[in-house]
């Protein structure tokens, strides 16, 4: 049991490390200032979309209202083998936008099957790009009106081939609601961070911009198109590893993009099993050890009211890491949500408890099972 705890205490200062490192490197990032170029840079917006007919219409019709010359840009919708009204919706906004573009997956793969679908609607649309830059969004997200304008912005002022950009939840203050939002306003301070620290890559692919001459340099998906998550994280990776200094984060609000939470625990905890999944796939170590050591430590918290019954100490350094652990989430989540405008409360802190057990639930759950996504079994 001592060398339990002594194992915790050690994962506990490894983790309030790097968390104060990422809050160290998220105050030092400042809001991008405009500089307000003209208009120059041509954009593909690409939208995979499976099952979207209740958000797909939003979507589209957010970025058509861009304050961008409408023939700077183009949508390419491709629609991963949809079962709803999707195609549908799409064509119907196609028949009056001449800039929006749909694409039918299953005219490309017919029946092979696929560990990762989106990489392979990504890689399609963008085949069928006729843009020089390549911008990826998700059908449940709202841009906001000067979200191509803020791109433009950023490329034309600062010499970059790769642009991650600030997505938040939305959030009608359920609990549920509340917790998701939260927890992903976290993972973007530390997205900010990371870009801004330069020592790793991260990013979303609801909101991030790419050079289509560069992903071709860096061979696309290959390699990782076998692995069902992370198109945007692996990609990164690969145009950050040749071009480490041509690498930026639109950090403003204008260039926010907003996007819908999962509607019940179910849907968030298959969620986020897709994202743990692709943990031991990253080239870069630094961000593999970092997720283990955390998926690890909150195991151990998940176990320690347990062993408690047997050893009652344990009760007592499981408080006095959760208090630590808080404390230190606190100050960071302060800090992310005035950028994010979000209102954090103080009954928020009690998300602690659910949130150390989801964290162990998901990284086990993703590196050693399978998972529901989109109706499909995904190893």
């Known amino acids: 049991m001592v060398v339990f705890l002594v194992i915790m205490i050690v994962f506990m200062a490894m983790y309030l490390f790097i968390m104060l490192t990422y809050r160290h490197w998220f105050l030092k990032l400042k809001v991008y200032q405009p500089q307000r170029p003209q208009p120059s840079t041509n954009f593909t917006i690409i939208i995979p979309a499976r099952n979207e007919a209740a958000n797909i219409g939003n979507c589209v019709s957010s970025i058509l209202q861009q304050t961008y010359p409408s023939h700077l840009y183009e949508i390419i919708v491709i629609d991963d083998h ?3 009204d999707t195609a549908a919706i799409v064509k119907a906004l196609q028949a009056t936008n001449s800039n929006v573009h749909l694409i039918q997956l299953a005219d490309i793969v017919f029946d092979q ?26 059908a449940d997200c709202i841009a906001q009106p000067t979200w191509l304008s803020m791109y433009n912005d950023f490329i034309v002022s600062i010499e970059v ?9 939305t959030n009608d203050g359920s609990v549920l609601e509340s ?14 961070a990371s870009v801004s620290a ?8 609801a909101n991030l911009a ?9 061979e696309g998906y290959k390699h990782v198109d076998k692995i069902a998550s992370g198109d945007d994280m692996f990609l990164m990776n690969k145009i950050q590893n040749k071009y480490p200094k041509q690498i930026g984060f639109l950090y403003h609000p204008l260039a926010t993009i907003s996007t819908l939470p999962m509607p019940s625990v179910r849907t968030f905890l298959n969620q986020r099993i897709r994202w743990a999944s692709k943990t031991n796939s990253y080239q870069d170590i630094r961000i593999v050890v970092i997720l283990w050591a955390i998926l690890l430590l909150n195991i151990g918290l998940v176990m320690m009211p347990l062993l408690a019954v047997w050893q009652p100490m344990v009760l007592l350094y499981w408080l006095g890491l959760l208090a630590a652990k808080t404390f ?10 005035a ?9 928020h802190l009690l998300l602690q408890f659910p949130h150390i057990v989801y964290t162990a639930m998901a990284g086990t759950f993703g590196l050693f099972g399978n998972y529901q996504w989109k109706g499909r079994t995904v190893k």
């Open 339 to 347: 950028f994010f405008k979000i209102e954090l409360k103080a009954w």
């Open 198 to 205: 330069g020592f790793h890559a991260m990013c979303n692919g």
């Open 82 to 84: 949809s079962t709803d």
């Open 113 to 138: 099957q696929l560990n990762s679908y989106k990489k392979k609607a990504i890689e399609t649309a963008i085949g069928r790009a006729t843009k020089d830059w390549i911008v990826t969004t998700d």
């Open 210 to 218: 790419f050079k289509k001459t560069v992903f071709y340099e860096v």
């Open 161 to 169: 081939v790769f642009v991650g950009a600030p997505v938040a939840f």
């Open 179 to 192: 917790f998701q939002c939260i927890d992903f306003m976290a993972l973007q301070g530390i997205t900010a």
């Open 328 to 337: 230190v989430e606190a100050l960071f989540a302060v800090d992310i949500a």
